[in-house]
T-cell receptor, first 111, second 114 residues
Framework: DQQVKQNSPSLSVQEGRISILNCDYTNSMFDYFLWYKKYPAEGPTFLISISSIKDKNEDGRFTVFLNKSAKHLSLHIVPSQPGDSAVYFC??????????FGPGTRLSVLP | DGGITQSPKYLFRKEGQNVTLSCEQNLNHDAMYWYRQDPGQGLRLIYYSQIVNDFQKGDIAEGYSVSREKKESFPLTVTSAQKNPTAFYLC?????????????FGDGTRLSIL
């Protein structure tokens, strides 16, 4: 039973446009959410996180939104660049323990 | 530079053989983790350790063993009991419980069966 879901296995976006990656979770005890970016044959790289006491966190071109009532978070990348093409993983944890990862969404940014 | 080092990058195992994957971190993190990634799938937790000399099974611990004798090191042994060991293995570390801090990952070890 997946506690963290990413229902879109892949997403294609034109360069310069907005990329929106979605993530849903089932465990209301999760209080810390993260997004990671992964290139093939490399480890995931931490992108951005958000605590459950916030509904938005922004870092440069990356913004994460959290809707606790819907148990949904999203990652917005604006503007999208070809170097953003990678697999993006959503993850959640309870008080910094037991990180649970979603299956990932492959983003392709087309020039 | 602080980080996590996994070695080797590629590893081959013969049938019936145990192999050990190395993971070292110099981030002074308390917690360390091992994940397995299969093609087209997400990360599945094998084992984790929140403190030296203590570790817990994750979702898919069968056929694997770990030790945590030093804070910096968390080696993973893939035993002959693991019938489908071919995968990409990732080690991670974090500051640990009671701290909302991200995990940091190594670059992984790809294990294949000869």
């Amino acid at each position: 039973d997946q506690q963290v879901k990413q229902n879109s296995p892949s997403l294609s976006v034109q360069e310069g446009r907005i990329s929106i990656l979605n993530c849903d979770y089932t465990n209301s005890m999760f209080d810390y959410f993260l997004w990671y970016k992964k290139y093939p044959a490399e480890g995931p790289t931490f992108l951005i996180s958000i605590s459950s006491i916030k509904d938005k966190n922004e870092d440069g071109r990356f913004t994460v939104f959290l809707n606790k009532s819907a148990k949904h978070l999203s990652l917005h990348i604006v503007p999208s660049q070809p170097g953003d093409s990678a697999v993006y993983f959503c993850a959640a944890s309870i008080y910094g323990q037991n990180f649970v990862f979603g299956p990932g969404t492959r983003l392709s940014v087309l020039p | 530079d602080g980080g996590i080092t996994q070695s080797p990058k590629y590893l081959f195992r013969k049938e019936g053989q145990n192999v050990t994957l190395s993971c070292e971190q110099n981030l002074n993190h308390d917690a360390m983790y091992w994940y397995r990634q299969d093609p087209g799938q997400g990360l599945r937790l094998i084992y984790y350790s929140q403190i030296v000399n203590d570790f817990q099974k994750g979702d898919i611990a069968e056929g694997y063993s770990v030790s945590r004798e030093k804070k910096e090191s968390f080696p993973l042994t893939v035993t002959s009991a693991q019938k489908n060991p071919t995968a990409f293995y990732l080690c991670a570390s974090s500051q640990g419980a009671r701290s909302n801090q991200p995990q940091h990952f190594g670059d992984g070890t790809r294990l294949s069966i000869l």
